[in-house]
């Protein structure tokens, strides 16, 4: 009889530490899917492909509040083609962002691809991207930080070219408008 009660004991103590760690497992899935994260990169204009533009984005399923950035060297406000302005001054980057909603981004166009090489060259700029979750009931919150990295070699050969609608509707505009001119002489 004294074996099945010691048996007992440790399928209860083994059961009690299964639910613990799946209790833990489901805190940790819920506070991640509830987190904001604030990430840095670099993506082609849509508008003008040649053009490349710094993008701050909410990825997380949760508003950021405080937003502040830190960068291991400065930025200027634009590159173009071996034209570096005067490092950034004001924006999101250097004020921050008092409150970020999930999934929103703000758009700042650095410059073209001449212009940020001649920059960064072959580094990367770190940008360290502090920040809290917004509307926590936790009073013990603790500020979130990410790194994100802004570089210009994955860049290279990326194809610039203008297959824009906008880019087609303006070419078949103009054959429309040589057409009327040649019917109207």
């Known amino acids: 009889m004294d074996v099945l009660q010691t048996g007992g004991f440790v399928i209860n103590a083994l059961t009690m530490l299964v639910a613990i760690g799946s209790s833990a497992i489901s805190y940790l899935v819920y506070k991640d899917s509830t987190s904001p994260d604030v990430i840095v990169y670099l993506e082609q204009n849509e508008n003008s492909k040649t053009i490349l533009n710094i993008v701050i984005k909410n990825i997380g399923k949760s508003a950021a509040a405080d937003v502040k950035f830190s960068f291991d060297r400065a930025l200027p406000r634009y590159a173009f ?5 005067s490092n950034m001054t004001d924006g999101a980057f250097i004020k ?4 970020f909603a999930p999934g929103t981004s703000r758009v700042f166009m650095f410059g073209n691809y001449a212009g940020i090489k001649d920059f960064i060259g072959n580094e ?3 940008i360290t991207t502090t ?3 917004a509307n ?8 979130m930080s990410n790194e994100s990295y802004i570089e210009i070699q994955s860049m290279a ?5 203008d297959n824009s609608n906008s880019r087609k509707i303006a070419e078949s505009l103009s054959k429309i408008e040589k057409a009327l001119v040649k019917l109207k002489q």
Not at 96 to 99: A, E, R, S, T, Y
Not at 157 to 161: L, Q
């Open 81 to 85: 083609d071996g034209n570096a302005s």
């Open 96 to 99: 921050g962002i008092p409150f």
């Open 124 to 126: 990367k700029i770190k």
């Open 131 to 133: 920040f809290r979750k």
């Open 136 to 143: 926590s009931r936790n009073p013990f919150s603790r500020k």
């Open 157 to 161: 050969y990326v194809d610039a070219s």
